[in-house]
Antibody, heavy 121, light 108 residues
Framework: EVQLLESGGGLVQPGGSLRLSCAAS????????MSWVRQAPGKGLEWVST????????FYADSVKGRFTISRDNSKNTLYLQLNSLRAEDTALYYC??????????????WGQGTMVTVSS | EIVLTQSPGTLSLSPGERATLSCRAS???????FAWYQQKAGQAPRLLIY???SRATGIPDRFSGSGSGTDFTLTISRLEPEDFAVYYC?????????FGQGTKLEIK
């Protein structure tokens, strides 16, 4: 059974940093691309970042480029998202999602339950 | 950036009726890289359709997707009570991988 368990969210001041983690199980982690998607309270889905199975290809939304970094440790079956220079508008539930295949141009076929990030003073 | 515009914003129907949800892309999208997701209140999204018309694993055949280029459609042939939710379209062929703003399907 595929499982994705996000952690690392919390309350942080503007300008602060957080590192989100997504522990994966139930599938061969290193042959699937992975993504982060966020959802602000009461709003729609916003794609944040995607990485390939090896981690060699990464893409970011313009709204987070230069501030967020996606990475993965295939030996630990874990996906990460480093969030720096946080702003109030980054407040959202952050979902980890598994891609259908190895590359980055794949549908998101399984999602975790999310971890909440709140940016406020 | 590819902008996806979903219509209508809210669709009010009764169980047993047919639902037709639309998503318009600007500029056009390769249908190979187009998906639909369902999100129920308090839950994570679930993949319904990928490649514009392929149903994901475990998705009932009352859900179908069609379209190409700039116009895509999700059809639910006969609504069940559990189908009332928010539906999102997405393109994943060109970064940024954009989502539509969502269509809320509510019980009439």
């Amino acid at each position: 059974e595929v499982q994705l368990l996000e952690s690392g969210g919390g309350l942080v001041q503007p300008g602060g940093s957080l590192r989100l983690s997504c522990a994966a199980s139930g599938f061969t982690f290193n042959i699937h691309g992975m993504s982060w998607v966020r959802q602000a309270p009461g709003k729609g889905l916003e794609w944040v970042s995607t990485t390939s199975g090896s981690g060699s290809s990464t893409f970011y939304a313009d709204s987070v480029k230069g501030r967020f970094t996606i990475s993965r440790d295939n030996s630990k079956n874990t996906l990460y998202l480093q969030l720096n220079s946080l702003r109030a508008e980054d407040t959202a539930l952050y979902y980890c999602a598994k891609l259908f295949g190895y590359y980055t141009e794949e549908a998101f076929d399984f999602w975790g339950q999310g971890t909440m990030v709140t940016v406020s003073s | 950036e590819i902008v996806l515009t979903q219509s209508p914003g809210t669709l009010s129907l009764s169980p047993g009726e047919r639902a037709t949800l639309s998503c318009r892309a600007s500029p056009s999208v390769n249908s190979r890289y187009f998906a639909w997701y369902q999100q129920k209140a308090g839950q994570a999204p679930r993949l319904l359709i990928y490649g514009a018309s392929s149903r994901a694993t475990g998705i009932p055949d009352r859900f179908s997707g069609s379209g190409s280029g700039t116009d895509f459609t999700l059809t639910i042939s006969r609504l069940e009570p559990e189908d009332f939710a928010v539906y999102y379209c997405q393109q994943y062929g060109s970064s940024p991988y954009t989502f539509g703003q969502g269509t809320k399907l509510e019980i009439k």
